[in-house]
């Protein structure tokens, strides 16, 4: 454990690192109405800090620079002993207007709303396949020889799909095949494998089975086709943020984002946790983050988490602003998502 003093020097370097990205010197600080001891007494107490490997010298004349572990100790130990303001929920900035819209619209507006909060890169992972289930079905004839099948979802998402057949359908099908998969498939799981059996149950007329064969791609595509989901928001901030002295990390990163997957992987590790996930530096084991910081939450049911919300920046970001932005996101899509659960 630091002393008073060197716990308070070393917030201060941390503060004015993440202000200005230039080593913090012992003038600098000595000048500082919260420090009360002279240069000489800054100089040693932070050759302590380096020697302790929470600060770095960058260079022969430059002042100190924060560690991965000197902002470990600062994220563990200083931001609840330096008060409630610096763990605070977000301000009015923070409030995210979700109302009653769809999932997938809460999910872009929470990335898009905390990228600006914190000038940082959001991600925000929508909840798995195996969570959506089907609410609602309509056949609606658009002519004769053309119908569209419209699945409702219980995230509150909506597909379409349109069907041309050779001749005119008979209504009297079209009504019957809606009345029957609104029995059969509402509050199943998109991802389930009853979903494909109810579509093709021997046990159905040979007409109206082969008709539902041929209305099934709208269900079976779907549960394919809508796997994991980012809502990201926030890469041209990050990129201006961050001056990349590696270029092979930087091209690391845009291929992490642009993949998605290796992302995903270490997301579902934050999915894992029941608190804040921060991990700084070095700590990330992708290596396209590991000159970065993550800080995360997760969102969801009471007893079920559903995805993740998180930050990605510098690690000389204001920790006290991405935890409590981050914190304040995951409880409000956590309502949001309550809400719409519930409503099935």
Do not use: C
Not at 40 to 57: I, P
Not at 93 to 112: C, I, K, P, Q, W
Not at 303 to 320: A, C, E, H, K
């Amino acid at each position: 454990m630091l002393t008073p003093r060197q716990e308070l020097l070393l917030a201060k370097v941390i503060d004015g690192f993440a202000a200005t990205g230039q080593p913090v010197g012992s003038k600098a600080l000595a000048a500082d109405p919260d420090v009360s001891a002279g240069p000489s007494t800054v100089r040693n107490e932070l050759a302590v800090l380096e020697e302790l490997g929470l600060l770095a010298h960058p260079h022969t004349s430059a002042g100190r620079a924060p560690t991965d572990a000197g902002y470990r100790y600062y994220v563990d130990q200083l931001l609840h002993a330096r008060g409630s303001t610096a763990l605070a929920p977000a301000g009015p900035g923070m409030t995210l207007t979700l109302a009653r819209s769809e999932v997938d619209e809460a999910m872009r507006l929470t990335s898009e709303t905390l990228s600006q909060v914190t000038d940082l890169l959001a991600i925000v992972s929508a909840p798995p396949i195996n969570t959506t289930t089907i609410r609602h079905i309509e056949v609606l004839v658009l002519q004769p020889q053309v119908l569209m099948v419209v699945i409702i979802t219980s995230t509150g998402g909506v597909s379409k799909r349109l069907f041309t057949f050779e001749r005119p359908v008979d209504t009297g099908l079209i009504d019957w095949a809606a009345s029957y998969l609104n029995e059969a498939l509402v509050g199943k799981g998109l991802g389930a494998r009853t979903l494909r059996s109810k579509l093709t149950d021997p046990r159905l007329p040979v007409t109206e089975r082969t008709f539902l064969e041929g209305l099934a791609p709208a269900f079976t595509e779907l549960a394919e086709t809508a796997g994991d989901s980012l809502y990201v928001e926030g890469t041209a901030r990050l990129l201006g943020e961050h001056r990349f002295q590696d270029v092979s990390q930087l091209n690391a990163l845009l291929d992490m984002l642009e993949r998605r997957v290796s992302l995903l992987a270490v997301l579902s590790a934050a999915l894992d946790q029941r608190d804040l996930y921060v991990r700084i530096g070095g700590e990330n084991e992708a290596p396209a983050l590991q000159g970065l910081s993550m800080v995360a939450a997760n969102y969801g049911l009471p007893l079920r988490n559903l995805g993740t919300v998180s930050v990605i920046g510098p690690t000389r970001m204001d920790y006290g602003t991405a935890i409590g932005a981050v914190r304040t996101a995951a409880l409000q899509l956590s309502r949001f998502v309550e809400d719409v659960y519930d409503a099935d």
